[in-house]
């Protein structure tokens, strides 16, 4: 079975700095990759994804993700942090063409002091 | 835009009560899911609907069941609720077709069973 690890579980940031976030999956096929966001109160929303193409995608809101293949990592970054990314990051990994059903990873919080 | 709405924001159940969570979307999506999502462990499955009457367990189905009647329509049921499925509970609704799967979440369902 797959599994997806996301290496950082609580990140705190100030307002500027950059941020990258770490995503780890097992699967060793073609894979489409999520990162999904949910700010405080808010529904889960997709952030940006990669399915295939340049291997760098971008998002909502600055952010960029990178899709290293033989290193099975899709890291989520970005440049220059506002307090308004105060969040939860979820990585998420599906079978390209196969299973419908993704796996996330366990999160990682995000807050940023103003 | 993509809706996927729930019943109930927060919901407060005693201990043995028969609970239904209802989730609706209005995008003529084919796959539903119910998760479950708790600090520190993530979204985890409950159960995935890919067509109406049909369903799949999850990681975690126990103590839980599922209703699907119509195509926009997907229901989770706790059968004798317990103090342990205190919990945030996410439906969220994708195409079984396409590139990528990504997945529209709801808002949410806080439930506290006491």
């Known amino acids: 079975a797959q599994s997806v690890s996301q290496h950082n579980h609580h990140v705190i940031l100030s307002e500027a700095a950059s941020l990258e976030l770490g995503c780890n999956y097992s699967y060793g096929g073609t894979v489409n990759l999520f990162w999904y966001v949910q700010y405080p109160g808010q529904h889960l929303q997709l952030l940006l994804k990669?399915?295939?193409?340049?291997?760098l995608v971008k998002g909502i809101k600055g952010f960029e993700a990178e899709f290293i293949k033989s290193k099975f990592s899709f890291n989520l970054r970005k440049p220059s942090v506002q307090w308004s990314d105060t969040a939860e990051y979820f990585c998420a990994v599906n079978r390209a063409g196969g299973s419908y059903i993704p796996t996330f990873g366990r999160g990682t919080s995000l807050i940023v002091h103003p | 835009d993509v809706k996927v709405t729930q019943s109930s924001r927060y919901l407060v159940k005693r201990t043995g009560e028969k609970v239904f969570l209802e989730c609706v979307q209005d995008m003529d999506h084919e796959n539903m899911f119910w998760y479950r999502q708790d600090p520190g462990l993530g979204l985890r499955l409950i159960y995935f609907s890919y067509d109406v009457k049909m369903k799949e367990k999850g990681d975690i189905p126990e103590g839980y069941s599922v209703s699907r009647e119509k195509k926009e329509r997907f229901s989770l049921i706790l059968e004798s609720a317990s103090t342990n499925q205190t919990s945030m509970y996410l439906c969220a609704s994708s195409l079984r077709t396409g590139l990528s799967y990504e997945q529209y979440f709801g808002p949410g369902t806080r439930l506290t069973v006491t």
């Open positions: 990669y399915f295939s193409g340049d291997p």
